[in-house]
């Protein structure tokens, strides 16, 4: 360090130096470590929070391994249908007036006997998407496509509500669910119904692919995210015996297996979670064919991609509470069990996080104070654990599934890791809320049939205009790691710079978006077209 810097850090009437010789009984001059209470109380949760996400990051390695292990047995069907089942085909809506359109043109288009199909239009709008969707079912029905629109006057249950009533009047012995802002290819039921010839199916799950992957920095990174999730913690699971879930959309339902496993429920939000638990533990077959796509449109709005995390954060939590005891008492493997606890708990890291972020300066203070040794042989390998894992996941999915084009999505990981620690107030919110029981709607993530970078959502209905405190609580975190960035400077600890510039740019990122990605958007369509979306893109 400077002798200039150092002497100005350390001079008596630096309130820096009081704070060190006050809370820590330290006296900076004589540079001698004396461990006392406080050291402790800053320590122990420090080193548990450090060993549980070590333990959820080497979970992502295994993962991983399980995915390249086992990658060749993707199930295949035993044979073909010489006579095709009759499938129903359920749509769930809720206020989807830009999507409607484009999933009744696809779900329309779909190749399938139209005397073993049916389609099912579950509308729970209170918008006009009511009246354009009762007008194209009642075009597609009089050209003779086998559609039929229902429409409930409650939200009861929300989407599992929805499915569970159309349940009533389904013809299909298999039944198909796609979300609005999804556009299956016509080849789809073809390629999934197959797999049914073994009586123990009960589910085929597709992958999803992204129409909308290339429209900003944002959805680029969402892609990345869920990328991984299909690729590496879908194949790694399904490839090596272990339990996954089906995802809620671009999949298909042996009608049977929904029965057994008791139906669609709705005290959890994820129902599509709670269900593919239940139907596993009665011991169907659950498949994942990573080469049935579905391509599906990713939230271009940032308090929308928060709000549906934060909804897939609590439900798993509320799974986990409801699921994991009956896992537990079953007669399922070792394997089976821990597998399904670390994923249905993974996102207890959300609120480590937020404390972690906290303590993190004193942290570094005390073991500063201990000695560089100790660092690089304690904090070091758990920092490595915790974080290095997560690029080696999402690169593997990247090289998996464009191995041509999977270098140019290297420089999008920091970003992603950024973001990911940027989502931990809002997640940590949710997660808690599931902990103590607390209830809360089902709230979609609204769509805008966003397919070309120069079309725009900011004047569409549904965005989320009102912010709350969290945009606060994310920018507040971001100015207390830009402190720790600069003090960790100071004291020329590099090794821990490019940790805490993640935290930095994860915080900053999610609250200035949060706050200003609209008005940010708004500026940058105003600009002439040769600079707009070099300015969109910093903007989203």
């Known amino acids: ?138 075009e597609y029905a009089s050209a003779g496509h086998p559609i039929t629109y229902h429409h409930r006057t409650n939200r009861e249950g929300f989407k599992a509500g929805a499915l569970a009533e159309g349940m009533k ?18 080849v789809i039921l073809q390629q999934m119904v197959h797999y049914f010839t073994d009586p123990q199916v ?29 690729v590496i913690e879908h194949g790694g699971r399904n490839f090596s015996g272990r339990f996954f879930n089906f995802n809620g959309t671009a999949g298909m339902w042996r009608r049977a297996a929904i029965e057994d496993a008791g139906g669609w429920q709705h005290d959890t939000l994820t129902e599509d979670t709670d269900l593919s638990y239940r139907a596993q533990l009665k011991g169907w077959k659950f ?12 939230p271009a709005e940032m308090n929308s991609f928060k709000t549906q995390q934060a909804r897939w954060a609590k439900g798993l939590i509320q799974v986990a ?33 937020i404390v972690f972020s906290v303590i993190l300066l004193p942290a570094m203070i005390v073991r500063f104070y201990q000695g560089w040794f100790q660092m690089l042989y304690l904090d070091l390998p758990l920092f490595l654990a915790s974080t290095c894992s997560i690029s080696s996941f999402y690169m593997v999915a990247q090289r998996e599934l464009y191995p041509n084009a999977w270098r140019s999505r290297i420089k999008y990981i920091p970003f992603l890791m950024a973001t990911g620690i940027g989502l931990a107030v809002t997640n940590a919110k949710a997660v808690m809320e ?18 070309a970078r120069d079309e725009g959502w900011e004047g569409k209905k549904y965005v989320r205009r009102r912010t709350g405190w969290i945009p606060i609580i994310e920018l507040s975190l971001a100015c207390y790691f830009l402190f720790t960035t600069i003090y960790s400077l100071t004291m020329e600890n590099y090794l821990t710079t490019p940790f805490l510039l993640l935290f930095l740019g994860g915080y900053t990122y999610m609250g200035t978006m949060s706050l200003f990605q609209t008005p940010l958007r708004r500026l940058a369509n105003a600009m002439p077209s040769v600079l707009r979306w070099r300015t969109v893109e910093h903007a989203t």
């Open 169 to 186: 009047s389904a013809a299909g012995e298999l039944i198909a669910i796609f979300d609005a802002d999804f556009s299956p290819p016509p």
């Open 1 to 138: 360090m400077h002798p200039l810097l150092l002497a100005i850090l350390l001079a008596p009437a630096n309130p820096v130096a009081k704070f060190l010789y006050k809370v820590f009984h330290k006296d900076p001059f004589r540079g001698i470590y004396q461990p006392n209470a406080f050291d402790l109380s800053i320590l122990i949760p420090y080193f548990t929070i450090l060993i549980i996400l070590s333990i959820y990051g080497i979970h992502r390695y295994c993962l991983v391994y399980l995915y390249v292990k086992n990658r060749g047995k993707a199930p295949k069907p035993l044979k073909q249908f010489e006579a095709l089942p009759r499938i129903t085909i359920q749509l769930p809506i809720f206020n989807e007036r830009y999507v409607i359109e484009r999933l009744l043109e696809s779900v329309t288009r779909i190749d399938y006997p139209r005397d073993l199909l049916d389609i099912q239009v579950l509308d729970d709008s209170t918008d006009e998407t009511r009246i354009v969707c009762s007008r194209l079912v009642s």
């Open 287 to 298: 498949v994942y064919a990573p080469n049935i796509v579905c391509p599906s449109e990713l």
């Open 321 to 353: 509470k409801k699921i994991l005891p009956k896992v537990w008492r079953s007669h399922e493997p070792l394997k089976i069990k821990l597998e399904a606890t670390l994923h249905l708990t993974a996102n207890i890291a959300y609120p480590l996080m």
């Open 202 to 230: 009960a589910v085929v799950q597709g992958r999803w692919t992204w129409i909308n992957r290339h429209y900003s920095n944002l959805t680029e990174i969402e892609a990345i995210l869920l990328d991984g999730h299909f």
């Open 434 to 451: 599931a902990v103590v029981g607390k209830e809360t709607e089902f709230v979609r993530t609204p769509k805008y049939r966003l397919e």
